[in-house]
């Protein structure tokens, strides 16, 4: 009779406790593009703040230069119903979420929803743990695109064990969703996540400073630079469909012209997610010009998925390549440096190779084109020195092109 049972339960495809194993494919082949509401507004999220949201990705430009996901975070919640279902806070979200997720999906974009593995959610609102698959059958009823997933009050869990349970529910509830694993990068989820999750943090909270540690006693945030260090070693474990998280950006949340500019060019050869955290309603053009500058952007997005890397370091000047799928290279110099310096880099006595994607830069046997992509002027070619001065906190972003 033991055995008979068994063989039902296998064909019914219940007996293996990894029935999927596996997360949605075919989805993240470039890192996601879209907006975050935490590092603007934290807890003060409504319905009216989401679709005047949407409505600005759109009028903008943001959408059409590539922007799709409308990310609300923590504390939407309200209570869990007799059932355990999981229902919206009424005052805030009125209309309810399969409303707010057809508004957004009315506008051409994608909808995407936070929760937590643990019982409660960083902001003390109800977690999904014990209520994965009610969870992720009421996402899907709600036509929910994106789970940010966090990793509060998970007392006695283990990372990989409740990510992977998360992972198997949204497969049963059947519409395929981006998962993005935000335990901080404490449980080395590189190692482990590219079968469970389509992203995964890589460190703590972003904080929108240059280079400093926000300390909040138990743990930290950090500022751009901090968090594009902790990046360097990582770089192996990225490519489509599973990429290394940063976090969202703090373009337009306090940091300089420059440094935003900064920020925003690393995230791209970092090949990051590009998750705006900014108020999209209220946007300054230099801001919006930043967000939506469509030739850095494209290097963020390359086909080819490979992060960029570090080269040289002298003198706080920094040189980053990222080899590109048309065969040609990004290249960004990042002053981290509190003055200007000056640049004068000589392409044909730079060899330089990148083991991962065994691509190599050899300016003595090729020359290429140069681009700024800041400015959209054409510089040349690497047959002469690269002549410049950079500003302090800010970069020299070009292509390469054959």
């Excluded at 049972?5 to 494919?25: C, D, R, T, Y």
């Excluded at 590009?274 to 390359?302: C, F, H, W, Y």
């Excluded at 002549?387 to 390469?400: E, G």
Aim: with cysteine; net charge neutral; proline share 4%.
């Amino acid at each position: 009779m033991k055995r008979f049972i068994l063989v039902v339960l296998m064909a019914a495809g219940l007996a293996a406790p990894n029935v999927f194993s596996q997360k949605f494919e075919g989805l993240a082949m470039t890192p996601p593009m879209g907006w975050n509401s935490w590092n603007k507004f934290a807890c003060n999220v409504d319905e009216k703040l989401i679709r005047e949201t949407a409505d600005a990705m759109v009028s903008s430009g943001m959408k059409d230069a590539g922007y799709q996901y409308v990310v609300i975070d923590d504390c939407w919640h309200g209570e869990r119903d007799a059932q355990g279902l999981i229902r919206p806070n009424a005052q805030r979200f009125p209309s309810g979420m399969k409303a707010l997720g057809d508004y957004i999906h009315a506008k051409g974009l994608k909808f995407g929803i936070y929760s937590d593995a643990g019982w409660k959610t960083c902001g003390g609102h109800p977690g999904s743990r014990g209520h994965e698959y009610q969870d992720a059958q009421t996402y899907a009823s709600w036509g929910v695109d994106y789970l940010k997933y966090d990793w509060c009050n998970t007392d006695g869990l283990k990372a990989e064990g409740a990510y992977a349970t998360m992972r198997e529910a949204l497969r049963a509830a059947g519409r395929p969703i981006i998962f993005s694993i935000c335990e901080w990068g404490d449980n080395k989820p590189w190692e482990w996540a590219s079968n469970v999750g389509h992203l995964w943090r890589t460190t703590g909270d972003i904080y929108p400073c240059w280079d400093c540690e926000k300390n909040y006693g138990t743990w930290s945030a950090w500022g751009v630079m901090k968090i594009v260090d902790k990046q360097i070693p990582l770089r192996k474990y990225a490519g489509p469909g599973h990429w290394n998280d940063p976090d969202m950006m703090e373009v337009g949340n306090g940091l300089s012209n420059t440094e935003g500019r900064a920020h925003f060019s690393m995230w791209a050869m970092l090949a990051a997610p590009m998750m705006s955290g900014n108020d999209l309603r209220n946007m300054p053009a230099e801001i919006k010009a930043i967000l939506t500058n469509k030739d850095v952007i494209a290097v963020g997005q390359d086909a080819l998925g490979v992060e960029g890397f570090r080269a040289i370091e002298e003198n706080g000047l920094e040189t980053w390549l990222k080899p590109l799928n048309d065969g040609g290279w990004a290249v960004c110099f990042l002053n981290r440096a509190d003055t200007a310096k000056t640049l004068d880099f000589s392409w044909k006595s730079q060899y330089m190779q990148d083991g991962l994607s065994n691509k190599e830069l050899n300016a003595a046997r090729d020359t290429y084109k140069i681009r700024d992509l800041w400015t959209g002027k054409d510089l040349g070619t690497t047959a002469s020195n690269l002549k410049a001065s950079i500003q302090s906190h800010d970069v020299l972003m070009l292509r390469l092109t054959r």
